[in-house]
């Protein structure tokens, strides 16, 4: 056996992923005439296989040279491969929910694995964050999904949005999708309403696709409220959310009127460490009947300036030993901007480039698609080995894309491990 072959992955290799995806992608009813000419499985491969490559637009992704066209066919499973427009016009009339299905779908291969269970944070719990992101934006093109924005001047931005569930980890780069809900202009007048409403759906959708996980969900501040809280504990699952005094004036003037003996401190690299935290406090007057723990952490330098501070509410019982754990996955929670969606915007997702936008549903549909390409991705940069050796030699994921789209256009590829390959004999890269 060569070197090459030693290295070909098992179950959370891409190509094993990308399978039981498509099959899920051929469950999904079509809602055309039974004689089209493209079927529904070979369009929405051919838009996932869009995202997968990183292909800067769909007219771009149009341009393809003949060997290209026979190795998205043959990596990706498509048996035909239709036109920019015709890709549009089918995927605006694509029931979304079932697209989201998918990610169940993926998630279901990998809940097994080692890289799965390494997610585990505390007491077996993974750390799943929830925010919100725009990956659609404009002053001209609109549908009736759009969020809408007035400006002074009179002028309306339209835009799309997305409410991720991603399962983070406070010492792991990757981070892993688990579920996204659409933010729509039917939830409400005001933004932090239709979020909410959005919020309430993606609890709801995340309790349904794994009930079985066991889950320490950490929001901000604008998830603090009492509906929320009770959902989350309906749902078995744990919270940390974060509050301020502004939004929260009852529950601050508790805590300040307690006696601050809960406190424990560290110091590490000159930064003194400080927790505060008081227990079974009511989270407003109006809502006096929900209970919760406060815990404050303060970052101080050695003159005893105040760096940084936060401040969060949450359900799980509060000590000395659970303290700076659960700091700093409430911490973590700032990955999912800083992993997620950053590395959508920058390194080559394109994620904010327009598509087409659609009447329906094309805008989330596209969306979907490629959080379910990142998902992978990911899946693949934390537990593929090939993909990692490759990363670590490229440095950038921007050159990895590059270097893959260029092998897509002229060797023959199989199978995405075979493509890797290639990438690795290219600059010749070591595969163990
Ligand atoms: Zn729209």
């Known amino acids: 056996m060569s070197k090459l072959e030693k290295s070909v992955d098992t179950s959370l290799s891409f190509d094993n992923l990308y399978r039981n995806l498509h099959k899920g992608f051929g469950q999904i009813k079509d809602h055309r005439r039974s004689n089209s000419r493209y079927s529904l499985q070979d369009i929405l491969s051919a838009g996932f296989a ?82 919100g992101v725009e990956h659609f934006s404009s002053r001209k093109v609109h549908c009736k999904h759009c969020l809408k924005k007035e400006h002074k001047t009179g002028e309306v931005t339209y835009s799309h949005a997305m409410l991720a569930a991603v399962m983070v980890h406070a010492d792991k780069r990757e981070v892993v999708p688990l579920a996204a809900e659409p933010i729509l202009q039917q939830d409400g007048c005001e933004k932090n309403d239709c979020e909410r409403n959005a919020a309430k759906r993606l609890v709801k959708h995340l309790k349904e696709s794994y009930p079985k996980l066991k889950a320490l969900l950490v929001e901000d501040a604008l998830y603090a409220n009492g509906p929320h809280i009770e959902q989350i504990l309906g749902a078995n699952y744990h919270y940390l959310i974060g509050v301020k005094p502004d939004s929260h004036k009852a529950l601050f003037k508790q805590v300040t009127s307690r006696r601050q003996s809960n406190q424990h401190c560290f110091v590490e690299n000159k930064i003194t460490h400080q927790f505060y935290w008081e227990s079974n406090l009511p989270l407003s007057s109006s809502q006096s009947h929900i209970r919760v723990n406060f815990l404050r952490y303060q970052q101080k330098d050695i003159q005893g300036n105040l760096l940084k501070e936060f401040t969060w509410i949450t359900d799980i019982e509060l000590r000395k030993n659970n303290v700076l754990l659960l700091a700093k996955a409430a911490r973590s929670r700032w990955k999912i901007e800083n992993e997620t969606f950053n590395t959508l915007k920058n390194q080559g997702y394109h994620f904010e480039h327009n598509y087409g936008h659609g009447q329906d549903q094309l805008s989330t549909v596209l969306a979907y698609l490629m959080l379910l390409a990142f998902t992978i991705d990911q899946i693949q940069q934390g537990a593929c080995q090939t993909f990692r050796a490759i990363h670590a030699s490229l440095k950038t994921k921007a050159k990895m894309w590059e270097s893959l789209r260029a092998v897509f256009k002229l060797l023959p590829c199989f199978s995405m491990q075979q493509a890797w390959q290639h990438v690795a004999f290219m600059y010749q890269i070591q595969l163990e």
């Not at 998205?72 to 499973?77: E, L, T």
């Not at 498509?78 to 029931?95: F, G, Y």
Request: hydrophobic residues 40%.
């Open 50 to 131: 869009m995202f997968s490559l990183k292909s800067p637009s769909l007219l771009n992704f149009s341009l393809r040279s003949q060997q290209e066209d026979k190795n998205i066919m043959d990596v990706y499973q498509i048996n035909k491969l239709c036109s920019d427009t015709q890709m549009r016009e089918v995927l605006d009339k694509v029931e979304a929910d079932k697209v989201r299905s998918l990610f169940s779908k993926v998630i279901e291969q990998v809940k097994k694995s080692d890289f799965f269970t390494s997610y585990h944070y505390f007491k077996q719990m993974v750390v799943v964050s929830i925010d």
